[in-house]
């Protein structure tokens, strides 16, 4: 049956089962528009917290190869992904030359170091509890490069950022879609519910940075 046939209770029926089995991640709270003012006023640190992140996604990507070839598609979309996440490390370092700023040593990332501490261990639980956090991750990213997109002044900065949180978008349903396929729809669904209550929490808890997270 085509879309515009279905009567109004099997619409409302097939809203409610894309819910349940939602193709993407959906933050439970949205980032305090304190953050972006902030982020604005010293967008040089953001940028050097940004490279860092890329860096970090690409080396993430690369360790899910490592740990996980046995999933089908998983080492090919790794791989891309690892690809995709170093041209943007590649292209915020060129920003950040011409603007004569030194990327520096990592100070690390309270929220993804949270975010570290809610994963179960076990094998199975670890490897789809690896898939979601690295998808909300990416949707948090998503979110926050968005913001930046809009309030930036800069032409060339906001087109940059428009489209990497697209990119960014488009790796938390590839995560999503990898978590599905490992485990039953009941459990990706019970857990990414608790992991994104869990991210809440801590995006509440956190204090706010010049930073992407
Ligand atoms: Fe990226
Ligand atoms: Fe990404």
């Not at 940028?47 to 993430?60: R, S, T, Y």
Request: aromatic share 4%; glycine share 8%.
């Amino acid at each position: 049956m085509r879309r515009g046939e279905a009567t109004q209770e099997e619409g409302e029926q097939r809203v409610g089962e894309g819910k349940l089995n939602s193709d993407e991640i959906t933050l439970h709270r949205a980032t305090d528009p304190a953050w972006l003012t902030l982020a604005l006023s010293r967008f040089d640190e953001v940028l050097i917290d940004h490279a860092h992140c890329e860096k970090k996604a690409a080396a993430n990507a690369l360790s899910l190869l490592q740990a996980f070839p046995e999933v089908p598609g998983l080492p090919a979309q790794m791989a891309r992904l690892a690809r995709e996440e170093a041209a943007h490390l590649a292209r915020v370092l060129q920003i950040m030359e011409d603007r004569g700023l030194i990327l520096g040593r990592d100070g690390g990332d309270p929220y993804a170091q949270g975010l570290q501490k809610l994963m179960r261990n076990g094998q199975k639980d670890r490897q789809l509890d690896r898939f979601l956090v690295a998808g909300i991750i990416e949707a948090r990213s998503a979110e926050r490069l968005a913001l930046l997109a809009e309030g930036l002044t800069d032409v060339a900065l906001k087109k940059f950022y428009a489209e990497l949180a697209t990119s960014e978008d488009g790796h938390q349903k590839l995560f999503l879609r990898l978590a599905r396929e490992i485990a039953p729809g009941d459990v990706v669904n019970t857990r990414l519910a608790e992991l994104l209550t869990g991210e809440a929490a801590l995006i509440a808890a956190l204090p706010l940075r010049a930073a992407i997270h």
